[in-house]
């Protein structure tokens, strides 16, 4: 064997082994050439001569390797004024009840604040104790049923500028809505779920005032109507912070107003909301409300002083007693108001709500 393929065979053989560092020169006398070669090779292995690779050393090493610390510090709850892509499992239930307290005092045409007309509607104000149960039905499937009592009372002017009122209080409709679950913050990026759901026409439709007329459309505690409902909500927790959007739009149908065809506006509503954990007990949060109503129908007409866009700014409070019980207030500002015609808008608007898992 020629001494540069000998250099050759040792070098490979070093390599073999598992390296070790060494200056390896090599002179061949033949062609008068000298080559040096200097050669570094780490050794891959800390200890080749006493100690075996075993599954209990494999096993060792692993248990020295710590997991991150699982995150036990405040945590924000969901919004007030709104929904998010949360998904109740089998064996749970929430009972979530909502207090909302709006009143309209100013009549608009558009976005401009109007002087009112006599005669013609001065005042309207309503309140409503909302309540909703939910429950998971089966694996990533859950529904609600929301129902609702209403005090409505709306002031008008007569032709003499005098003002009377009139009330109406009674059941409203109910919803029936089910929600299926896209993805989970356990095991994916955030909570995102689609809902579907239907109004169920409970209230009526057919009340009066004192003089025997039929109360508007408004007044009226019920829609006569199976209306649709489509959702759409996401949200993300990450450590004391809260984000989530949600939209949904309910789809209006043929209903009553007495003896009349009335369809009331269909409404599209869009939300974002953010909330952060002061500490364990209190979180503070905004909300972002919007909402879009078509015009409503009487008798295949379309009335021309219904609907419009409006957006609410809702600042909020938390307040969670435990895990599983929270106490949450929102007020909605007005930032924007663009209505059809000349209706009743602005005003001011509570919202309260108090949740309880178990």
């Known amino acids: 064997m020629k001494p540069n393929h000998l250099s050759q065979f040792?070098?490979?053989?070093?390599?073999?082994?598992?390296?070790?560092?060494?200056?390896?020169?090599?002179?061949?006398?033949?062609?008068?050439?000298?080559?040096?070669i200097d050669s570094?090779?780490?050794?891959?292995?800390?200890v080749v001569?006493?100690?075996?690779?075993?599954?209990?050393?494999?096993?060792?090493?692993?248990?020295?390797?710590?997991?991150?610390?699982?995150?036990?510090?405040?945590?924000?709850?969901?919004?007030?004024?709104?929904?998010?892509?949360?998904?109740?499992?089998?064996?749970?239930?929430?009972?979530?009840?909502?207090?909302?307290?709006?009143?309209?005092?100013?009549?608009?045409?558009?976005?401009?604040?109007?002087?009112?007309?006599?005669?013609?509607?001065?005042?309207?104000?309503?309140?409503?104790?909302?309540?909703?149960?939910?429950?998971?039905?089966?694996?990533?499937?859950?529904?609600?049923?929301?129902?609702?009592?209403?005090?409505?009372?709306?002031?008008?002017?007569?032709?003499?500028?005098?003002?009377?009122?009139?009330?109406?209080?009674g059941l409203g409709d109910f919803k029936l809505i089910g929600r299926y679950g896209i993805l989970n913050q356990k095991t994916g990026p955030a909570n995102l779920i689609a809902g579907i759901g239907v109004t169920i026409p409970v209230g009526t439709t057919d009340e009066v005032d004192d003089a025997g007329n039929l109360l508007p459309g408004s007044m009226q505690l019920g829609s006569g109507s199976w209306n649709p409902i489509f959702e759409l909500g996401f949200h993300k927790i990450n450590k004391r912070h809260w984000n989530s959007l949600y939209t949904s739009y309910m789809l209006a149908t043929d209903g009553e107003l007495g003896p009349h065809v009335f369809?009331?506006?269909?409404?599209?509503?869009?939300?974002?909301?953010?909330a952060y954990a002061l500490n364990m007990k209190l979180d503070v949060g905004a909300e972002l409300n919007g909402e879009v109503k078509s015009k409503a129908e009487l008798n295949g007409v379309e009335l021309e002083n219904t609907g419009g866009h409006t957006l609410f700014l809702s600042p909020e409070l938390h307040y969670k007693f435990t895990k599983s019980v929270h106490l949450g207030a929102c007020i909605p500002l007005t930032i924007y108001q663009d209505l059809n015609g000349p209706q009743l808008g602005g005003g001011s608007m509570i919202v309260i709500k108090f949740d309880v898992k178990f």
């Open 10 to 36: 040792a070098l490979m053989l070093f390599f073999a082994m598992g390296g070790f560092y060494s200056e390896v020169t090599a002179q061949v006398d033949s062609t008068n050439t000298q080559v040096q």
């Open 40 to 46: 570094v090779v780490i050794n891959a292995f800390d």
């Open 49 to 169: 001569q006493e100690e075996s690779v075993t599954v209990e050393n494999i096993t060792s090493v692993q248990n020295t390797i710590k997991k991150p610390a699982k995150y036990t510090g405040p945590m924000p709850c969901a919004s007030v004024n709104s929904h998010n892509g949360s998904l109740v499992p089998v064996g749970t239930y929430v009972l979530i009840g909502r207090y909302f307290n709006v009143n309209k005092d100013e009549l608009l045409g558009g976005s401009d604040v109007i002087d009112f007309i006599s005669p013609g509607v001065s005042g309207f104000a309503y309140q409503e104790l909302q309540s909703a149960f939910r429950t998971g039905i089966i694996k990533g499937v859950d529904v609600r049923l929301i129902t609702s009592i209403f005090e409505k009372s709306i002031d008008r002017l007569k032709p003499d500028g005098s003002e009377f009122s009139d009330t109406n209080t």
């Open 263 to 274: 369809k009331r506006s269909s409404v599209l509503k869009y939300n974002y909301s953010y």
